[in-house]
């Protein structure tokens, strides 16, 4: 009868383990725009402490030669803020998407 009490204990540590493994796990949201005016190395600083705000886990991406910026963020952000936010040190944003969503370098590397 024990061996019966010690398996259902373990079924049932191994249920709520898995459940709280689930709840952990961090919704992504990507998006894609394409920039104009970021020419220095002070543009590119403020622009990303600006994201960080937003988000502070985001992820940006840059991709220089196509004017391509990939975020990644934790938390659903209000596109139309993070424009505004940009256009406030004269960087130009705009939502853009690819077929996959995705920067073509991305794709290259798959």
């Known amino acids: 009868m024990w061996i019966a009490r010690l398996y259902f204990l373990f079924l049932l540590t191994c ?6 493994a689930s709840a952990q796990v961090a919704e992504e949201h990507h998006y894609l725009f394409t920039f104009s005016g970021l020419e220095t190395g002070r543009d590119e600083k403020m622009l990303l402490e600006l994201l960080h705000g937003f988000d502070p886990h985001v992820v940006i991406s840059l991709d220089r030669e196509r004017h391509l910026m990939k975020l990644m963020a934790q ?3 209000d596109i ?4 505004a936010a940009a256009g406030q040190i004269n960087v130009s944003l705009s939502p ?4 996959l969503g995705r ?3 991305d794709l290259q590397s798959e």
């Open 80 to 83: 139309a803020e993070v424009i």
């Open 15 to 20: 249920l709520c383990a898995t459940d709280k």
């Open 96 to 99: 853009s998407t690819t077929s």
């Open 103 to 105: 920067l073509s370098s």
């Open 75 to 77: 938390r659903p952000l």
